[in-house]
């Protein structure tokens, strides 16, 4: 949970450069690098949730990731909305498009500055890059085909 | 530039209005006047179909969207565009041998037995995709192939909104390797309706009258084996299929909607000429001017943009994005006309004998693909993030 003092995102650079070109999703470690949960804006059970940088649970990672919206199945594996479970449903299939990190309430918001600005204009042109490329079909030319059948 | 239309595919475009205006409209009253049920589905006696089938023959126009390497006429889009626009002036369901291209890609034998009859409709081809209860939620389709001994074990339920034809089959896509996704993983099979294991249910449809209800039949697959030469295309690529005509089929579905709007078009301007209000022509009010205004300006600028996009198909240029803004724009336009038309028209066109209340039910399905409309945009979005300035 981001504090007063949040971390220096130059004195982990280079450790945050490595986790973000990496294709599992890496908001889990993001949030371990963050400052963390303080007691100034917790409840006082915080500590019995399992450590100040813990997930929380929330589900906003799983519910932003886009590889979990276009294949929703992968959500049937567990009923679990951690950061964990993001980990295991999508273990090497991440779009890196750093939304997880983002939303996640965790996260500082000093890794989340540096991401936009210096990691953004390259995600989205990875993530354009995957929009009617060769190689990907349109399903929706399929569905066109099926549903304009005489 | 030049915006002229080459003279043999404007003799092409005359010839399939001519066919339109004499033996199709009249057609319509006798179709439209069979049934009580607003919702059903218009088929032509067969009879008339074969009549209208072996004229077209004689006119050497059947089969004109078939590759000539599969021994069609091999029309370029533009002139599959300049008949199919004519063709959707009409409610009447007659087309001029339409096969989906997804059986262009079959093998000999394949497009022996399964091709070339869908063309003479000596055969009917279901395209097994939909599932009942998924939407167009592919990813999640239940249908699985499991491989086996003697070729694949289809085990599921799919619906199709073809009618039954005694001698039917279907295309169906089923996963072989789910973990591999829906771009990897589905694998598309050719499942004759004799194959034990192999279901259809006709879920209340009327087949020996003239009309059909809306309501799909349902394909179901229970345990049923399907040898391995049907299957069509390569395993788990079922979505490359047709890869090389797909994307000109929905240049040619713009057309149609272009067509469908002329013709709303054509009998709001009639009727505005000939109806009264408060003593004098509805035609001399500024409001339904402006509505008839807006039509034909909506109508040329997507048949411009139509036959862009179709001219640039046929130099064999990437036609993505064109294909996206034709989709996206011509949808709308034919929901903005037949918006239109009912307004100059004084109020929902209510009456089910009319051919102009089928043309706006017709234009209201078509817009209410919303997710369709989003993806189109999307695809735009994308060439423009590219940074393709065309």
Known sequence: ????????????????????????????????LSSGLSSGHTLDV????????????????????????REPHRRQKTQQRTSMALESLVPEDCDRCYACILVCPQVDTTIKYYIVNNYMIEVMSRLEGRIGSEGEPDLDLFLEEALSQV | MDFTIPEELKMLQTLARDFVKEKLLPLERELLGQDGDPHRKLQLPRETEENLIKMVKGMGLWGLGLPEEL??????TLGICLVEEELAKTIVPFNFGDVTPLLFDGNEKQREYYLFPVLGKRRQAHIALLEPGKGTDL???????????????????KISLSP??????????AFTNPDAGVRGGVT????????????????????????LPAKPVSLIFNDCLVPPENMLGEEGKAFHLGSKWLPQRRIIRGARCIGAATRLLEASTEYAKTWERFGRPITSWLSVQAALAEIAADVQASRLMVHYAAWKADRGELVSRET???????????ARAADRAVHIHGGPIYADELPLERLCQ????????????????TIIISDLLKGIGR
């Open chain 1, 1 to 32: 949970m981001p504090q007063q003092n949040q971390v220096d995102v130059k004195e982990i650079e280079a450790i945050l450069s490595e986790i973000l070109s990496s294709r599992v999703p890496p908001v889990a470690r993001c949030r371990l």
């Open chain 1, 46 to 69: 915080t500590e019995e949730l399992g450590g100040v940088k813990a997930c929380l649970a929330c589900g906003n990672c799983i519910d932003i990731c886009p590889v979990l919206v």
């Open chain 2, 71 to 76: 021994g069609g006429v091999g029309l370029s």
């Open chain 2, 139 to 157: 990813a999640n389709m239940q249908t699985r192939a499991e491989k086996v001994a003697d070729g694949y074990l289809l085990n599921g339920i």
């Open chain 2, 164 to 173: 039954i034809n005694g001698d039917d089959f279907a295309i169906v896509f």
């Open chain 2, 188 to 211: 598309c099979f050719l499942v004759d309706r004799s194959t034990p294991g192999f279901t259809v249910v006709n879920n209340g449809r009327k087949d020996e009258g003239q009309t």
């Open chain 2, 324 to 334: 996206a803004m034709v989709k996206l724009l011509t949808t709308q336009m034919l």
């Open chain 2, 362 to 377: 017709n234009a209201v399905v078509n817009s209410a693909l919303e997710r369709a409309m989003e993806l189109q945009r």
